[in-house]
């Protein structure tokens, strides 16, 4: 069966849940939560970032296992701002759910022909008809959970964002460079021989520990860069009021990793403008090359992501 991976995204944890709750039965939660439910052949999985707009981190990596978004907007804020920008970096596709005329704070954006509702069953019936379109290459996947399971070993939740896995594949984990094998692999609670892009999934990896395959953790046979420094072009956002200046403190995203890193530019990268600099992470970081990777200042009043980084 397909998979269609839903984020379910709004400002007001209540609303949110409730309307994630619409789509699916609740499932494994912490700070990230998920619903699952079968519908004419297809899974959906809708992903409630339980714990923002408090962790931004949350919010990224949601849209990171997602396919596209339903937004519930009950009125013009920051944080309706915040993860407008977002979905627009990112060139992710969403679904409002509103009840006052947001069409001014889409213009301007990738967003800007979303469909907007203001009734949830209808949202749902639009989004429950929806495809995940498939990603060829080599495989990737994208892990948020890792725990071991008693029996079976160490067992990995993620979803695969590019190519397919089989049972029996040896797969490389980043940022650590250690090879693996995959001994089974579950989609909604059922063994299945292989996955494909698109497809949430449940791996009993060989030759890994939970401590070592942690959310962020990587699976890919495209060989990734696994940097602390690395020169790149850096784009700060036209909505930021302040320039990027050299030596800020700022947290990068890369899938669903997120860590501390500095800027280091010889000027100051004024807002909408893009220029050269380099950046050093606290922590080894794993990417591919021309990989749009988002900026942070967690200390930021207002929007939070700043600029966009490209090796």
């Known amino acids: 069966m397909p998979n269609l991976n839903i984020a379910v995204l709004g400002e007001d944890a209540e609303t ?3 309307a994630a709750k619409a789509l699916g039965k609740k499932g494994t939660a912490d700070d990230i939560s998920f619903y699952n439910t079968v519908f004419q052949g297809k899974i959906i999985t809708a992903i409630d970032p ?8 949350v919010l990224l ?5 997602s396919d596209l978004a ?5 009125k013009p804020s920051p944080v309706l701002g915040e993860m407008i920008v977002a979905l627009d970096l990112l060139g992710m596709k969403a679904v409002f759910l509103s009840k006052f005329d947001l069409k001014p704070l889409i213009a301007s954006t990738s967003l800007k022909e979303s469909r907007i509702f203001s009734e949830l069953q209808d949202a749902k019936e639009f989004l429950f008809a929806q495809e995940s379109q498939p990603v060829q290459g080599d495989t990737l996947i994208q892990i948020d959970h890792c725990f071991e399971v008693k029996g079976v070993g160490t ?33 909604n609670d059922d063994d299945v021989k292989s996955a494909v892009s698109g497809d949430r999934v449940g791996l009993a990896l060989k030759n890994a520990k939970s401590d070592e ?21 850096v784009t700060a956002l036209k909505f930021m009021k302040e320039p990027l200046a050299n030596d800020e403190a700022l947290h990068i995203s ?12 010889q000027t100051e990268i004024k807002p909408g403008s893009a220029g050269k600099a380099v950046i050093k992470v606290e922590k080894l970081i794993a990417f591919m090359q021309q990989e749009r990777m988002p900026l942070c200042n967690l200390n930021a009043k207002g929007l939070r992501i700043v600029g966009i980084a490209k090796p």
């Open 155 to 187: 067992v990995a939740l993620g979803v695969v964002k590019r190519g397919e896995i089989a049972v029996h594949d040896k797969i490389t984990a980043y940022p650590s460079g250690k090879e693996i094998e995959v001994k089974s692999i579950q989609k």
């Open 16 to 18: 949110r849940a409730a």
């Open 61 to 65: 990596q949601t849209l990171c296992l």
């Open 213 to 233: 395959i942690t959310r962020g953790a990587v699976l890919s046979k495209e060989v990734m860069r696994v940097e602390r420094e690395f020169a790149c072009e």
């Open 50 to 57: 339980l714990a923002y707009p408090e962790k931004l981190p």
């Open 70 to 74: 339903l937004v519930v907007a009950e």
């Open 254 to 265: 890369s899938g669903l990793q997120f860590e501390p890193c500095r800027l280091e530019s």
